[in-house]
């Protein structure tokens, strides 16, 4: 089974960046598809963007799409997501998550819901704040 610890967290100013990761252990990620999701306090979990494993198609919430990049470096068994730009809206507990690549896995990847993954990182807090 693959474990997942995610890093990169912080206190930002708005219009600032992070760039958070995601590592892999007992597994690398050749063979999942990887997403980000974030939760804020008194809302429900939403994916924010989703990679696959395979072609490398990138799926992103409307609210993140030009602001958030998401990437993965399989050789270092890390997914990242880079934000620019960032909102007070976008302070949140970041979770990164992974699931194996099935038929079913790559036809629900664009909804990028977390119904979709079974491996959970601990998360990582991200505030952005003046």
């Known amino acids: 089974q693959v474990q997942l610890v995610e890093s990169g967290g912080g206190l930002v100013q708005p219009g600032g960046s992070l760039r958070l990761s995601c590592a892999a252990s007992g597994s690398t990620l050749d063979s999942y598809a990887i997403g980000w999701f974030r939760q804020a306090p008194g809302k429900e979990r939403e994916g924010v963007s989703c990679?696959?494993?395979?072609?490398?198609?990138?799926y992103y919430a409307d609210s993140v799409k030009g602001r958030f990049t998401i990437s993965r470096d399989n050789a270092k068994s890390t997914v990242y997501l880079q934000m620019n730009s960032l909102k007070p809206e976008d302070t949140a507990v970041y979770y990164c998550?992974?699931?194996?690549?099935?038929?079913?896995?790559?036809?629900?990847?664009?909804?990028?819901?977390?119904?979709?993954?079974?491996?959970w990182g601990q998360g990582t807090q991200v505030t952005v704040s003046s």
């Open positions: 990679i696959s494993s395979s072609d490398g198609n990138t």
């Open positions: 998550a992974a699931e194996t690549v099935t038929l079913r896995t790559i036809l629900r990847l664009r909804q990028c819901v977390s119904q979709t993954f079974r491996y």
